[in-house]
């Protein structure tokens, strides 16, 4: 058996930094029990005690969800206590920035685990660096000095996770790791466990960004020449009393739809028109199913057709888009902000070889 945990590592510039607020806290007066700089990481899941058998599971289970993960950038400042209030325990540096798609990594991680029946501590997630524990006898208070409570340690360019093992020693613990897996960048085109084509995705874009905080954050493939996502509306997606906004739903099938049109035509394309019919309510907390194909993409004027269903099959909605391609100009000024670069011509590739 191993004891293991999954982490983002730190770059060494904001190790450094981190070094300097806790020996500026330990000339204050602090006598806390303090964490090696080196030894300082970003814990997304601790396992505790596990088999060999299980640590190539945890392997397989964060390849596929780095997979789905782009690269993403926190800024570690502040610092705090657990528990808030009362006596600490812990004491932490906090992390701000693109902090979405680190908790859409975390959840994935989560329930991939729990499927796997893997054990791990499954308290709620709070990204955070531990710099120091507290012993006993402890009363406080923590702080002392502006510099400490301004503390800003630099930015964390996170684009890999690693399963770590940690052995216990009278001198401390020590870290070793078992696996490192990069995420993907966003002009990656992979092939998931089921052999569906996954598309890029824009970080900002309003439905399938990682990175835009307000957006639905979807995930498209392509599967047997369809496009498809499935996603869980939350309360923010809603209209009133909890139904899903039918600009939300659009929006998705928008994306959907265009997406069957850039598969096939292999060019990139802008809406001109857009036709839907709303069937049945579509509620927040329930898992809907989107999917699309393209109708007929011969002239330049191109059409595609797709609808959205719940759970049990049921048809919430159906819509019909009309598409115009872009131009060369157009087409690599978007590859270019968005990333994309080769993308597309991956996607188109992997497409032909199913055809």
């Given at each position: 058996m191993m004891r293991c945990f999954i982490a983002v590592l730190l770059p060494d510039s904001v190790r450094s930094q981190i070094a300097e607020l806790q020996e500026y806290l330990?000339?204050?007066?602090?006598?806390?029990?303090?964490?090696?700089?080196?030894?300082?990481?970003?814990?997304?899941?601790?396992?505790?005690?596990?088999?060999?058998?299980?640590?190539?599971?945890?392997?397989?289970?964060?390849?596929?969800?780095?997979?789905?993960?782009?690269?993403?950038?926190?800024?570690?400042?502040?610092?705090?206590?657990?528990?808030?209030?009362?006596?600490?325990?812990?004491?932490?540096?906090?992390?701000?920035?693109?902090?979405?798609?680190?908790?859409?990594?975390?959840?994935r991680i989560r329930e991939a685990l729990r499927q796997k029946q893997i054990p791990f501590d499954d308290k709620p997630f709070h990204p955070h660096l531990t710099i120091a524990r507290v012993e006993q006898g402890f009363r406080g208070p923590l702080w002392t000095g502006e510099k400490a409570m301004q503390f800003h340690a630099g930015i964390i360019r996170a684009d890999a996770v690693n399963l770590m093992k940690s052995n216990l020693r009278p001198s401390g613990a020590v870290y070793t790791s078992l696996g490192h897996w990069d995420f993907q960048p966003a002009n990656h085109c992979d092939v998931d466990e089921n052999g569906r084509i996954l598309l890029p995705r824009y970080k900002h874009c309003f439905v399938c960004g990682s990175q835009n905080p307000a957006g639905i954050r979807l995930g498209f493939a392509v599967r047997d020449g369809r496009v498809e996502t499935s996603f869980v509306p939350r309360p923010e997606h809603c209209g009133y009393r909890g139904v899903v906004h039918g600009g939300v739903l659009t929006a998705v099938l928008d994306e959907c739809m265009g997406w069957t049109i850039i598969g096939r035509r292999k060019t990139m394309c802008i809406t001109v028109e857009l036709t839907l019919r709303f069937k049945q309510r579509a509620m927040a907390g329930q898992r809907l199913f989107?999917?699309?194909?393209?109708?007929?993409?011969?002239?330049?004027l191109m059409t595609a057709r797709g609808q959205i269903t719940d759970e049990e099959g049921n048809v919430l909605c159906t819509g019909q888009g009309k598409f115009i391609p872009l131009n060369e100009e157009e087409i690599q000024e978007v590859e270019g902000y968005a990333g994309w670069e080769n993308a597309l011509g991956e996607v188109h590739r992997k497409i032909a070889e199913r055809e």
């Open positions: 330990r000339r204050s007066g602090l006598k806390l029990k303090w964490a090696p700089p080196e030894n300082i990481h970003l814990t997304l899941q601790f396992l505790g005690e596990i088999s060999e058998e299980q640590a190539e599971q945890v392997g397989a289970i964060l390849e596929n969800a780095c997979a789905q993960t782009n690269p993403f950038e926190l800024t570690a400042e502040g610092i705090g206590q657990f528990p808030p209030k009362g006596r600490p325990r812990v004491v932490w540096v906090g992390l701000s920035g693109e902090t979405e798609p680190l908790m859409d990594l975390d959840r989107v999917s699309a194909e393209c109708v007929d993409c011969r002239s330049r």
